[in-house]
């Protein structure tokens, strides 16, 4: 899979050459391209910000260097790709969507900061390809960027051959729909706490029943919202 992030701050990124994801690009599985926005400014500030038409607060990102920068990835790129701009005004970024994403050949993510990008951008961007806003959740990050290394984290562990053992990822919170189990290891004691004893039993049904309970009543406890209406009344 290919990725273009375009940034203000491109170091941000930096961190993509460690870990998983790092030994994934030294793979070539992930080719990891990360362009700064104010190279595609032409005045002696490097401006990429202005104030908002019809007042307010705060400054909105220009559409210029914008245009400049997703035209010139999209020129030396060889599908059209998916553009995701993170944004609290967009779609919810589940794990089905980091799912339905890491099939993509292209994905090109476009960081916005101050009060947003100008409006424009996205309409013009959907000429290049799929345009997605997307929100990490409900709250208010300085800028796309920390959301966007999120995403490609959830969204490259899901490319076959980027984490080593695929079955780890079929156990996970949020791929049944549910939070996952508790786990433990060695030692079977300690500081006085035992682990669950079904656990050493050796006995493979029970185990896998009493994980299946462990995750319903966390996901009660915890993230009622992910299960069906029905079976959280029915407890009360
Ligand atoms: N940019 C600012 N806040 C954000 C959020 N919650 N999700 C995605 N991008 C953002």
Redesign the pocket.
């Known amino acids: 899979m290919r990725i273009d992030v375009v940034s203000i701050f491109p170091s941000f990124f930096d961190v993509l050459e460690v870990s998983l994801l790092g030994k994934a690009r030294g793979r070539g599985i992930l080719d990891v391209r990360v362009h700064d926005l104010r190279d595609h400014t032409h005045d002696r500030h490097r401006t990429v910000d202005d104030s908002p038409y019809g007042g307010g607060a705060g400054m909105v990102m220009k559409p210029e260097p914008w245009g400049e920068a997703l035209d010139a990835i999209v020129a030396d790129a060889a599908a059209s790709p998916t553009l995701i701009f ?3 005004a ?1 779609e919810r ?1 589940t794990q089905s969507l980091a799912r339905e994403l890491s099939t993509r050949e292209h994905l090109v993510f476009g960081c ?1 900061r101050y009060e947003g990008i100008d409006e424009r951008v996205f309409e013009e961007a959907a000429r290049l390809g799929e345009v997605r806003l ?11 960027e ?3 290394m999120a995403m490609i984290e959830a969204i490259g562990r899901l490319i076959p051959g980027v984490v080593g053992n695929p079955e780890s990822l079929v156990e996970e919170s949020h791929e049944d729909g549910l939070l996952e189990y508790p786990s433990y290891t060695k030692p079977s004691s300690w500081r006085g706490r035992d682990v669950p004893p079904v656990l050493l039993s050796g006995d493979h049904g029970r185990i896998a029943a009493w994980r299946h309970d462990q995750q319903v009543e966390r996901t009660r406890a915890r993230r009622p919202d992910l299960l069906p209406a029905e079976s959280v009344d029915a407890e009360e």
């Open positions: 993170p944004s609290p967009g970024f916005g997307v929100s990490l959740g409900d709250y208010v990050l300085n800028g796309g920390v959301a966007a």
